[in-house]
C-alpha cells in the first residue's frame, strides 16, 4: 500500500518569499509518480507538478520546483515569490500506473502580505 | 492539458432521494475513471474505480448499493447516489487517466460537486 504523510498543517509565508511544503511517502513499488495539486476554496484541483520515480532531475514548473531526494522518501514542493494568489490547500500525492492517486492529508498555505 | 466536466457543480437534495453525478472526458477517452469523496477540512479519499464494460470496485467501508456507479461509455461514468442521507453531504470529484507512458500516471480532475443532503 502507499502512504503519504503531509506533516505541516499550516504554513504561513511573506509575500515575495520563497516557501517549502513538506511530504514523504511510502512504496514498495519502484514505478511511481509523484504530484503536487493546489486547491483553492472553489474545490477545484489543480495540478501544479509531477516527479517520476526514475527522473534524474528534479521537477520544475515555472516558480514551482519539486526537491526529490529518493533515498528518504520525500518529495518536498518549493514555491519561491510568494503570490497572495498561492493562499490555498496544497497536496501531495502519488500514484502508480494506472492506480489512482494516494493523497496526503494537505498543508494550508496562506501568504501574508 | 485534458478536459473533465462534472454535472451538476452543486445539489441539494432531500434525505432519501436519490442524485446522480456525472463526470465526462472531454477531449479523450478513458477506460478508467475514480470516484474521490472528500469531507470538510479533509483530504481526498478515493471512493471507486469505474471501468468502462465491467463493474466497479470500490474501496473498502463504500457501500456499493448505495454509491452506484455506471461507466456507459469511453468518456462518462456516473455516480448515483441512492437514498441520501445528511452524512453523505460533501464533495464528490471524479478522475481520470490519459495517455501512455509517463502520462498514464497523471490524472485530470473534473472541477468537483458539492452535494448537500437536508
Known amino acids: 500500500a502507499q502512504k503519504i504523510t503531509q506533516t505541516q498543517p499550516g504554513m504561513f509565508v511573506q509575500e515575495k518569499e520563497a516557501v517549502t511544503l513538506d511530504c514523504t511517502y511510502d512504496t514498495s513499488d519502484p514505478s511511481y509518480g509523484l504530484f503536487w495539486y493546489k486547491q483553492p476554496s472553489s474545490g477545484e484541483m489543480i495540478f501544479l507538478i509531477y516527479?517520476?520515480?526514475?527522473?534524474?532531475q528534479n521537477a520544475t514548473e515555472g516558480r514551482y520546483s519539486l526537491n526529490f531526494q529518493k533515498a528518504r522518501k520525500s518529495a518536498n514542493l518549493v514555491i519561491s515569490a510568494s503570490q497572495l494568489g498561492d493562499s490555498a490547500m496544497y497536496f501531495c500525492?502519488?500514484?502508480?500506473?494506472?492506480?489512482?492517486?494516494?493523497f496526503g492529508s494537505g498543508t494550508r498555505l496562506q501568504v501574508q502580505p | 492539458g485534458a478536459v473533465v466536466s462534472q454535472h451538476p457543480s452543486w445539489v441539494i437534495c432531500k434525505s432519501g432521494t436519490s442524485v446522480k453525478i456525472e463526470c465526462r472526458s472531454l477531449?479523450?477517452?478513458?477506460?478508467?475513471m475514480f470516484w474521490y469523496r472528500q469531507f470538510p477540512k479533509q483530504s481526498l479519499m478515493l471512493m471507486a474505480t469505474?471501468?468502462?464494460?465491467?463493474?466497479?470496485?470500490?474501496e473498502q467501508g463504500v457501500e456499493k448499493d448505495k454509491f452506484l456507479i455506471n461507466h456507459a461509455s469511453l468518456t462518462l461514468s456516473t455516480l448515483t447516489v441512492t437514498s441520501a442521507h445528511p452524512e453523505d453531504s460533501s464533495f464528490y470529484i471524479c478522475s481520470a487517466p490519459k495517455g501512455q507512458g509517463r502520462e498514464v500516471y497523471e490524472q485530470y480532475f473534473g472541477p468537483g460537486t458539492r452535494l448537500t443532503v437536508t
Open positions: 469505474s471501468n468502462e464494460g465491467s463493474k466497479a470496485t470500490y
Open positions: 516527479q517520476g520515480s526514475y527522473d534524474q
Open positions: 500525492a502519488m500514484s502508480l500506473i494506472g492506480r489512482a492517486l494516494t
Open positions: 477531449d479523450f477517452q478513458a477506460t478508467t
